[in-house]
Each structure stands twice: as structure tokens, then as C-alpha cells.
């Protein structure tokens, strides 16, 4: 047997950065996670002699591929479609698909790296994958809209399947598009399976699963707050977004007792002084969803409420943060902005949303910090449930899936602790995070052998 060689941190990243150019979502993903798993391997010998984190951090396949369609106007337009396959060690690959402008390979392999340990750390079988395309659906109609995502998933039919790689929505992806893609599947291979999570109601689709993600950062919030023996109950929130995730988080707060400041999509943030309470969060549900409207429009609905055109909300005061909209959407300036103005807790529904910068200002300051791979994993969670519920035809109510995805989350909660608490009372959440949910990941790959 060769002697192994153990290769340092700085080295690891430099071979991480020379294979992956012009690929810096992705390389800064592994160096987060690469920085929590090189001390804690430090003395386990079978992780580096087996290579484990140099293969985790090469996705077993990235597929790439032409998506043609037909605009209303008879325009062929041409798009390119990806699935990154990261690692099936645990269980089928299972990440969700997004349609932005700003998808790139680098991106969907971040997402496909955190999401392996974001569903390892959920505790159920599942691997880790992404996917997308660099479509925009704002300003598509219905038609266009249905047209791409058949033609999306007629290449990716060939490379999922509820045993193999099971996609959910995601940014872009919401119940219109998951309805397109699992129609045009159910077409070409004459099956119906759970292919993909976040169905609707009548066709498979698991009751919880559109609040879970939210919800779920709520629940691990209000866990961190617990651990000090505090609660969401009488605070300010700041929220980013005005998605899925962004309003069933604020809703949560909101029944929680919180009060919800402000909310944003990529034109700028809305701050309402008075509160975004339930019946304005299903005002913005309805804009969202139904009319495909912008956030500004709700300064105009809402006369207390200013809206801020091309800014994010971070400098507004308040108790807790929840960054919901996207990747590197806070950064160094504006974690310090939030620990000036007194922030307490961090809680990340979307994913990588802050700067490694940005999570230092948070650590340093010893503020709660709930990485996204650990507080968003709500969502995930469900969609593991709604894939259980289709493999037995079967379907549990929204009483009973509640009080899976809360205990879910908890669990999640405390794992984190297990492994990040620093023995003076603060929680490494981050650190808990990733050794948690690269341990179990490790473990089976080193079952496998060399595969
Ligand atoms: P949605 O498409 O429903 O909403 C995304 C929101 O973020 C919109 O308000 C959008 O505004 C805003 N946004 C997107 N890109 C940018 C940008 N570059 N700058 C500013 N704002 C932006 O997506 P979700 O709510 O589902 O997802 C939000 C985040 O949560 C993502 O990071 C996603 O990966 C993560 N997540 C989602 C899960 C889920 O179950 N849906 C599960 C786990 C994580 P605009 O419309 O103007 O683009």
C-alpha cells in the first residue's frame, strides 16, 4: 500500500482553483467547507489516504446541453441546460433545478457541492445534484414558458429517475414549471413516478412542501434562539427576497410573533415600518405568484412603506436577519452594518447568501449564524418525504408533515451543535454544518472502496 501523502489546506485549494477556472461560486464553496474538514480530519488518516474530500469536491458528472424553443413570435432561441451530478453516496442525486439569467456551470456546482451535505445533515437517504438553465421566465408568457421547460426536460429525461436523480424547483422553478417538466417526463416515458418533488397537490406533490424551505429557516432560527433561551416572539426581522422561500419565512416570523420589516427582489427592497403581517404577505403571494408583479409595487399599495430602488436591505436596524434571495447577496460592508445596528441571529433561507468575508464579521462578532446548508435543508427534508409518499402511493396530512419537518429541523439543529459548539458557549454552526454532514457522506464513500 502507497504511503499517503497528506496535502495540505493551501495546497488542496490551489488544485481545487487550477481545475476549476473561471469557476469562483464553485471554488468558493469548497474552500468553506474544505476549511472545517481539513481540522477535523487532521487525525483520521483513512479520509486522506482514501482522497475523500478531493473526491467529494469532483462532481461524479456535470451534463451539459442545448435547450431549443419557439418564442411566440417564431423566434428559435437557443439556451444551455445543465445537471450536475455531485455525489450518490447516501442516495439518488436530489437538488433542485433553477431558471436565472445568472446560471453558469460554476454556480450549479456550488449548489451541487452544498447540497451533498445539506441532504446528508437532513439524516434521510439522499445525494447531492443541481440543475438548470440560464432562461429567464420574467416577461415569458405561459406558452413560452411551457415550451422550454418540455424542451429542458426532454434532454434531461435521459439522466433521472426516482432511483437515479430526483430534481425540485428552485429559483425561477416554481409549481408551473415543475407541472410542465413532470408532464413532458410522463410523456416521453409513458411512467409515472416521482421524477421530481414539489408537484402539485393533485398530481403527487406532498402537502408542506411549498412553506417547508421558509419555514423550516424559521424553525432553525427560533432552535439558535432557544439554545439561549430566547425567542422569536417581540423581534424585528429583516428578510431578502420575495420568493417561495422569502414569504413563507416571513410568515413563519410572523406567527411566531416577529414583526417583518422589509422584503426585496433583485429591482430593490420595500421597508415597511408597520410590519409586513399575513394579509400583506398574501397580497405579495398573490403579485408574485398569480400576477408575476414587482416588489416596488407594494410601496404604492402600501403607502407607510418606502421602496429602495437597487439596494438590499441590510442596513436597516433590527434583531434578526434572513437573507432569502440568492448567492453573495451580503457582503463583508453589510454583515457589519447588521452587527452595528445590534443583529442577534443570522438565519439563511437561500443559499451561500453571504460572503466567506461576510461570515467572518458574523463569527467574529460571536452573533447566532445559521449557514444556508444547514437552515434552508427544510426544504429538502420534504421533498425526501414527498419522494417516501410516492414510493408507497400514499399521502400524510399537513398536520402530520409539520411536525416532521419541525422535529426534522431540530435534529438539524443539533447536530450542528454536536459538532460545532466551542466549549465556551458559542455554536460554530458553520463548522457543525460541515463536519456533520461530510461525516456521514465520507463514511459510505470509504465502504464503497475506490469507485
Ligand atoms: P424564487 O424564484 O421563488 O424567488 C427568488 C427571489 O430572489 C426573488 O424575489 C428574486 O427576485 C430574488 N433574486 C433572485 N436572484 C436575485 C439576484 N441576483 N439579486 C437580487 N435578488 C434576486 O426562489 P426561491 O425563493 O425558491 O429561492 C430563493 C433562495 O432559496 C435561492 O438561493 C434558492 O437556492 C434557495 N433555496 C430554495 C429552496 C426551495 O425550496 N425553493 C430550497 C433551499 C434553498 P427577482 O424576481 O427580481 O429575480
Given at each position: 500500500?502507497?504511503?499517503?501523502?497528506?496535502?495540505?489546506?493551501?495546497?488542496?485549494?490551489?488544485?481545487?482553483?487550477?481545475?476549476?477556472?473561471?469557476?469562483?461560486?464553485?471554488?468558493?464553496?469548497?474552500?468553506?467547507?474544505?476549511?472545517?474538514?481539513?481540522?477535523?480530519?487532521?487525525?483520521?488518516?483513512?479520509?486522506?489516504s482514501a482522497?475523500i474530500?478531493?473526491?467529494?469536491?469532483?462532481?461524479?458528472?456535470?451534463?451539459?446541453?442545448?435547450?431549443?424553443?419557439?418564442?411566440?413570435?417564431?423566434?428559435?432561441?437557443?439556451?444551455?441546460?445543465?445537471?450536475?451530478?455531485?455525489?450518490?453516496?447516501?442516495?439518488?442525486?436530489?437538488?433542485?433545478?433553477?431558471?436565472?439569467?445568472?446560471?453558469?456551470?460554476?454556480?450549479?456546482?456550488?449548489?451541487?457541492?452544498?447540497?451533498?451535505?445539506?441532504?446528508?445533515?437532513t439524516?434521510?437517504?439522499?445525494?447531492?445534484?443541481?440543475?438548470?438553465?440560464?432562461?429567464?421566465?420574467?416577461?415569458?408568457?405561459?406558452?413560452?414558458?411551457?415550451?422550454?421547460?418540455?424542451?429542458?426536460?426532454?434532454?434531461?429525461?435521459?439522466?433521472?429517475?426516482?432511483?437515479?436523480?430526483?430534481?425540485?424547483?428552485?429559483?425561477?422553478?416554481?409549481?408551473?414549471?415543475?407541472?410542465?417538466?413532470?408532464?413532458?417526463?410522463?410523456?416521453?416515458?409513458?411512467?409515472?413516478?416521482?421524477?421530481?418533488?414539489?408537484?402539485?397537490?393533485?398530481?403527487?406533490?406532498?402537502?408542506?412542501?411549498?412553506?417547508?424551505?421558509?419555514?423550516?429557516?424559521?424553525?432553525?432560527?427560533?432552535?439558535m434562539?432557544?439554545?439561549?433561551?430566547?425567542?422569536?416572539?417581540?423581534?424585528?426581522?429583516?428578510?431578502?427576497?420575495?420568493?417561495?422561500v422569502?414569504?413563507?419565512a416571513?410568515?413563519?416570523?410572523?406567527?411566531?410573533?416577529?414583526?417583518?420589516?422589509?422584503?426585496?427582489?433583485s429591482?430593490?427592497?420595500?421597508?415597511?415600518?408597520?410590519?409586513?403581517?399575513?394579509?400583506?404577505?398574501?397580497w405579495?403571494?398573490?403579485?408574485?405568484?398569480?400576477k408575476?408583479?414587482?416588489?416596488?409595487?407594494?410601496?404604492?399599495?402600501?403607502?407607510?412603506?418606502?421602496?429602495?430602488?437597487?439596494?438590499?436591505?441590510?442596513?436597516?436596524?433590527?434583531?434578526l436577519?434572513?437573507?432569502?434571495?440568492?448567492?453573495?447577496?451580503?457582503?463583508?460592508?453589510?454583515?457589519?452594518?447588521?452587527?452595528?445596528?445590534?443583529?442577534?441571529?443570522?438565519?439563511?433561507?437561500?443559499?451561500?447568501p453571504?460572503?466567506l468575508?461576510?461570515?467572518?464579521?458574523?463569527?467574529?462578532?460571536?452573533?447566532?449564524?445559521?449557514?444556508?446548508?444547514?437552515?434552508?435543508?427544510?426544504?429538502?427534508?420534504v421533498?425526501?418525504?414527498?419522494?417516501?409518499?410516492n414510493?408507497?402511493?400514499?399521502?400524510?396530512?399537513?398536520?402530520?408533515?409539520?411536525?416532521?419537518?419541525?422535529?426534522l429541523?431540530?435534529?438539524?439543529?443539533?447536530?450542528c451543535?454536536?459538532?460545532?459548539?466551542?466549549?465556551?458557549?458559542y455554536?460554530?454552526?458553520?463548522?457543525?454544518?460541515?463536519?456533520?454532514?461530510?461525516?456521514?457522506?465520507?463514511d459510505?464513500?470509504?465502504?464503497?472502496?475506490?469507485?
Open positions: 500500500m502507497a504511503v499517503s501523502d497528506h496535502v495540505d489546506f493551501p495546497t488542496f485549494m490551489e488544485g481545487v482553483k487550477k481545475r476549476n477556472p473561471g469557476q469562483p461560486e464553485f471554488v468558493q464553496a469548497v474552500q468553506e467547507v474544505a476549511t472545517d474538514i481539513f481540522d477535523f480530519m487532521e487525525d483520521k488518516e483513512e479520509y486522506h482522497q474530500l478531493r473526491r467529494i469536491a469532483e462532481p461524479d458528472r456535470v451534463v451539459s446541453f442545448r435547450v431549443c424553443w419557439e418564442d411566440d413570435n417564431h423566434n428559435i432561441r437557443v439556451q444551455r441546460g445543465w445537471r450536475v451530478q455531485n455525489n450518490n453516496a447516501i442516495g439518488p442525486y436530489k437538488g433542485g433545478i433553477r431558471f436565472h439569467p445568472s446560471v453558469t456551470e460554476s454556480v450549479l456546482k456550488f449548489l451541487a457541492f452544498e447540497q451533498t451535505f445539506k441532504n446528508s445533515l439524516g434521510l437517504p439522499m445525494g447531492g445534484g443541481k440543475g438548470g438553465a440560464n432562461f429567464n421566465p420574467r416577461g415569458k408568457s405561459d406558452a413560452e414558458v411551457m415550451r422550454f421547460c418540455q424542451s429542458f426536460m426532454t434532454e434531461l429525461y435521459r439522466h433521472v429517475g426516482p432511483d437515479t436523480d430526483v430534481p425540485a424547483g428552485d429559483i425561477g422553478v416554481g409549481a408551473r414549471e415543475i407541472g410542465y417538466m413532470f408532464g413532458q417526463y410522463k410523456r416521453i416515458t409513458n411512467r409515472w413516478e416521482g421524477v421530481l418533488t414539489g408537484k402539485g397537490m393533485e398530481y403527487g406533490g406532498s402537502q408542506m412542501r411549498p412553506e417547508a424551505t421558509g419555514y423550516g429557516a424559521v424553525y432553525f432560527m427560533e432552535n434562539l432557544k439554545h439561549k433561551k430566547d425567542s422569536i416572539d417581540g423581534k424585528t426581522a429583516v428578510i431578502s427576497g420575495s420568493g417561495n422569502a414569504t413563507h416571513a410568515e413563519q416570523i410572523t406567527k411566531q410573533g416577529g414583526k417583518v420589516l422589509t422584503l426585496s427582489d429591482g430593490g427592497f420595500i421597508h415597511d415600518p408597520d410590519g409586513i403581517d399575513q394579509e400583506k404577505i398574501d405579495i403571494k398573490d403579485l408574485k405568484n398569480n408575476r408583479g414587482r416588489i416596488s409595487e407594494y410601496a404604492d399599495h402600501y403607502t407607510a412603506a418606502t421602496f429602495h430602488a437597487g439596494k438590499r436591505p441590510w442596513n436597516v436596524p433590527c434583531d436577519a434572513l437573507p432569502c434571495a440568492t448567492q453573495n447577496e451580503l457582503n463583508e460592508e453589510e454583515a457589519r452594518e447588521l452587527v452595528d445596528n445590534g443583529v442577534m441571529a443570522v438565519s439563511e433561507g437561500a443559499n451561500m453571504t460572503t468575508e461576510g461570515v467572518h464579521v458574523f463569527h467574529d462578532a460571536k452573533i447566532m449564524y445559521g449557514p444556508g446548508k444547514a437552515a434552508n435543508a427544510g426544504g429538502v427534508a421533498s425526501g418525504l414527498e419522494m417516501s409518499q414510493a408507497e402511493r400514499i399521502s400524510w396530512n399537513h398536520e402530520r408533515l409539520g411536525e416532521m419537518l419541525t422535529e429541523m431540530e435534529g438539524i439543529h443539533d447536530k451543535v454536536e459538532y460545532g459548539d466551542q466549549g465556551d458557549g455554536v460554530d454552526y458553520v463548522k457543525g454544518a460541515n463536519i456533520a454532514g461530510f461525516k456521514k457522506v465520507a459510505a464513500m470509504l465502504a464503497y472502496g475506490v469507485v
